[in-house]
């Protein structure tokens, strides 16, 4: 597990900085119960407008308010409800599910294109499909961040961002928020859906 980014607690980053990591934040909180060292440093945080802006100020607090609230045990035991167990899991972090209403399908083929095209492919060790919302977090984390501007550019962020996040992000924050198992990850998800918000706007005003 990553530690917490320097973003969420300072405003002293730059915005593309604090961008990236802020998705490099979310996710692998939704790749795997977060660990508790991360936790403490969650919890430790300054709650006063993170550096990606104060429109996130609020859901930012809420989060470490659920941190708080909730111990390590009980914060990995609403991710094996949410998302694990053996079956068909209560919440899907698939794109592909909100987009077709299936797993494995058109949108899971259509994001392989596109990622090939950015020169991007699975690790082998990740058991989750790509249209996993950690794995298009981490994605768009290094079209931000990355070294090779011929790849890492706003023109591909925008892009990414309009195909495979921006149509069915939100459906799965409204079934976080209106879970009645999530208070982590319904803080999480009221996180998520402002950053969404804030990433939407900004790529509207390149349009």
């Known amino acids: 597990m990553m530690p917490l980014p320097e973003s969420a607690t300072s405003s002293a980053l730059d915005e593309e900085t604090a961008r990236s990591e802020l998705y490099g934040l979310l996710a692998p909180v939704f790749y795997a119960p977060p660990a508790p060292e991360w936790l403490a440093l969650l919890r430790a945080s300054a709650t006063e407008t993170p550096a990606a802006g104060a429109y996130l100020e609020e859901p930012w607090r809420a989060l470490v308010a659920q941190a708080r609230a909730l111990t390590d045990a009980q914060i990995a035991d609403e991710f094996d409800a949410l998302f694990g167990g053996v079956g068909k899991p209560e919440v899907y972090l698939y794109a592909s599910h909100y987009l ?35 794995y298009l977090f981490e994605v768009m984390r290094y079209l931000i961040a ?27 924050c409204d079934a976080l928020a209106q879970h ?9 998800a009221e996180l998520t859906r402002a950053f969404m918000s804030v990433e939407a706007q900004g790529f509207d005003m390149l349009a």
């Not at 990355?146 to 939100?170: C, E, K, M, S, Y």
């Not at 009645?180 to 999480?188: D, G, S, T």
């Open 100 to 134: 077709s209403g299936f797993l494995n399908e058109k949108p899971l083929a259509r994001l392989r294109t596109d990622l090939a095209a950015l020169g991007l492919a699975r690790d082998e060790a990740m058991s989750e499909t790509e249209d996993h919302i950690a």
């Open 146 to 172: 990355g070294d090779d501007v011929a790849v890492a550019n706003l023109t591909r962020q925008q892009a990414f961002f309009a195909a495979h996040i921006q149509p069915w992000v939100n459906l799965l």
């Open 180 to 188: 009645p198992k999530a208070r982590f990850y319904a803080a999480v």
